[in-house]
């Protein structure tokens, strides 16, 4: 046999899999929307949110300070992912070059997190 039909042999269980799941999908999709209930009315029409009746609409405009906090927490979460795998290969293979190469990451964003709250990014007016 050549290598590459090898190769797709090798991959064929995962091709097959990878079709069973989309038909599937498919099917769901497709059963619940023959099958299912059409009865819509106004207060289904309606947003919940935890029982309350809605006071505004959903469509008002965000601060720029909300998104930037959101992106802040975004990087300090993927941070603190990081540290993670850091911590449990520290003392078996990165020694004290990965000592100091964390420390180093940390110290950076470390600046950052002044750098942001000098100039008040962090504070919600």
Do not use: Q
């Amino acid at each position: 046999m050549l290598d590459w039909t090898r190769m797709l042999f090798a991959y064929l269980p995962l091709l097959v899999f990878l079709a069973m799941v989309v038909a599937f999908g498919g099917a769901m999709t497709v059963v619940t929307t023959l099958l299912g209930p059409r009865r819509p009315t106004r207060a289904k029409g309606l947003p919940y949110e935890c029982g309350i009746i809605p006071a505004e609409t959903a469509r008002r405009r965000f601060s720029v300070s909300f998104y930037l906090t959101a992106m802040l927490f975004i990087v300090f979460d993927v941070e603190a992912i990081f540290l993670y795998p850091w911590a449990v290969l520290v003392r078996h293979t990165l020694h004290i070059f990965g000592l100091v190469e964390m420390a180093i990451f940390i110290a950076l964003l470390g600046v950052a997190l002044l750098y942001v709250w000098r100039k008040g990014a962090l504070e919600w007016n």
